[in-house]
């Protein structure tokens, strides 16, 4: 199961806000011996929102869903994730009673709308303002603000999987490679990569210095260690000079 992140609003993408989910994201995943496969960031257009979740859905990845689930118009998560779902739209007993319960009379007639969630969602404790973040299936949405979505995630991921934590421990081995020009290494990557399918590499020219690459492998244990020595030797045999980073 890949994992995946939506990124959702028109602020991100006009540059009005920067995302910070991203990073948060990928150290959350690490520490629990998971890793992050992909990111989009969609605005609030409803049509290419929907179609994004009809793939995302399709696809069978876990998906962590940022932002959009609020009750003003420009909210769209719920809706267009109901949508690609073929569900129906329907207010969710326990989110009513959350909401009436955090804002008593004021939650009607506009806050409850947060409770308007696709028919067969969950509920996501918000442990900032209990206000609750849903998840369908696969797809888990919770709101833009840091403060919420950060703590929200990680009960997702602690609650419904557990199982997948340490399931593939990376590693990562990095060199500093100087005097060598990257179009002359492409056959040696090329080799590595056949010889280790299991095995990414990552070659990373420097734009202040010529001639300088950071490379680097990442992967389960022992087929990077198994890599990383191959390289050695052909890099020995290259007549390379590196330095080698961790």
């Not at 006009?14 to 011996?33: C, I, M, V, Y």
């Not at 990095?174 to 080799?191: F, Q, R, V, Y």
């Amino acid at each position: 199961m890949h994992i995946g992140a939506l990124i959702i609003g028109d602020e991100i993408l006009s540059g009005k806000r920067r995302d910070k989910h991203q990073a948060f994201l990928t150290g959350a995943l690490a520490q629990r011996g998971m890793e992050l496969a992909w990111v989009r960031i969609v605005g609030d257009d409803p049509d290419l929102l929907t179609r994004t979740f009809r793939e995302t859905l399709a696809s069978g990845d876990l998906v962590l869903s940022f932002g959009g689930i609020g009750a003003t118009p420009d909210d769209r998560t719920r809706q267009c994730l109901a949508a690609a779902a073929g569900v129906e739209i329907t207010r969710h007993p326990e989110a009513v009673a959350l909401l009436e319960a955090r804002f008593g009379p004021d939650a009607y007639p506009n806050r409850i709308r947060m409770a308007e969630l696709p028919e067969g969602s969950r509920l996501i404790p918000n442990p900032v303002n209990q206000v609750p973040g849903f998840s369908l299936g696969h797809h888990h949405c919770v709101p833009g603000f840091p403060n919420m979505a950060w703590p929200m995630v990680e009960w997702v991921l602690d609650t419904h999987y557990p199982h997948l934590h340490g399931r593939v421990p990376r590693i990562e081995r990095l060199w500093l490679l100087k005097g060598a020009h990257e179009s002359e290494l492409i056959p040696m990557m090329e080799e590595l990569l056949a010889r280790f399918p299991g095995v990414r590499l990552a070659s990373l020219p420097s734009t202040e210095h010529r001639q300088q690459i950071e490379l680097g492998l990442s992967g389960t244990e022992e087929p990077v260690e198994a890599a990383a020595r191959w390289l050695e030797a052909a890099l020995d045999e290259q007549e390379v000079m590196r330095e080698r980073l961790n």
